[in-house]
């Protein structure tokens, strides 16, 4: 068996997982990692961001995009505690992320050494599970167990803290049985199984709700199997968009705050409420009390903990959604609900909003934007009203191609997320649809764009406004703006130059008609500024 250093182990253990890419800052702590890597370079892809943040909110979009872990190494102090809001961010939608940091020596933990932080402390109440490696025999091994427990049941973030003179220390390394082992959960029973299916067999108001749990199962094919044998209309929450195709006549949009007024007609008044890989959060259920009050509900989903949390259900199927639907699939009979499906479509006939004069009006824009997009197309959004906007009026088709930050609703997730996204579906196209506020938050990455030479389309929903939080205040506090109205002078046309990409401004729809087409070809990166009405709200579409 060979001697390795820590280090080395590391990336070896990393190696027998599949990794090819990460993401990351180097720093004291961690120069033996680094060191290491500069033999690796040509096995592992290391991409150096602007900062720690946007390097946790790349892996992130790296595993959304791909569906495999994300990677990121940090070093100890501030370099771990900027990955804090990615790895939370990782923790609230179940993304599979396994982080890496390193630490002082052991000797001097519990010391106030310079740059010591107790990482593990931080992170534990947002990580599936963390580590501080203290004996280098059981490093590999460590490395193993994090990506089983990343990958395994609901899947999300672990982190394995790593001692400055553990990565030092030599140790023999035998790459056998390294790979990590998913843990496959136990299927339901066929009592409840056939119950679940005699209760929507007698349904004559089904619906099919979805989650990000739907996405993260790569349930797709079983979800449209599913809902067109049973001919049952589907509606989702914003983590679930593209799991169910958006153009299937099924499709009822998504629920809650800014949902659409069809869904969420069907939440108030289906019989049978089918849940798949929902957590009934609030902005999605709104009011549990009267979510689905007239409904018998199913909840299907992979962690237990989630069943009657926030919403009673009368069943409970626990286990791998991709598995239980075609069971269910199988065990229900084909049936139409012709009169509750017209029922719902004739909410489709409310009147649209007019149009706002002189400026881009998001529904518009992003209408057209998706018939210039192909479906495979991958659109990450920071968190706001143009995360809303994107949500609302642009039509995804494919599963893993919204990334967006829904749980923990973190400005500034989206720069370092198409990054990631891009690294992981070299193929595809990716844009960023950002805002003006969100977009100041972590447009340092824009250096990691033009190093990279990646062709990122970026679309920035100027309003000179933090538009949601103003909204509100619109709306609750009687129209007192208080700091949402920042009266910036930032020059997004000097900001594309400095970190050489290019620039379009859009003033109104006219011009994004005749702008988009060749701002989508171009093969360069590309900042489009559209401006975009102050007092442009989000309402529930129709």
Known sequence: MPELKGAQIVLEALLSQGVETVFGYPGGTVLELYDALYSYSDKIKHIITAGEQGAAFAADGYARASGKPGVVFATSGPGATNLVTGIACSYMDSVPVVAITG???????????????????????????NFIVKDVSVLAQTVKEAFSIALSGRKGPVLIDIPKNIMAQLCDYSPQALQATVKAPALPSPEETAAAAKLIDSAQKPLLYIGGGAVSADASEALISFAEKLDIPVASSVMGLGAFPADNPLNLGFTGMHGSLRATRASE????????????????AVDRKSFASHARVIHIDIDPAEMDKNIFSEIHLCGNLAEILPLLTHQCRQTRHEAWINALQRDNQAQAKPLTAGYVNPEVFLGLLGTLTKPDTIVATDVGQHQMWTAQYYKFRLPRTLLTSGGLGAMGYGMGAAIGARLAKPDSDVILITGDGSFLMNMNELATVSMLGMPLKIIIFNNNALGMVRQWQATEYSGRFSQTIPERKTDYEKIAEAFGADYIYIPDDSAAERLLPGFLSSDRAVIAECKISSDEPVLNTK
């Open 103 to 129: 630490n002082v020596d052991l000797s001097d933990l519990g010391r106030d050494s310079f740059q010591e932080i107790d990482i593990t402390g931080i992170t534990m109440p947002i990580t599936k599970y």
């Open 269 to 284: 008044e289906c019989d049978v409420l089918i849940a798949a890989g929902v957590r009934f959060s609030d902005r999605a």
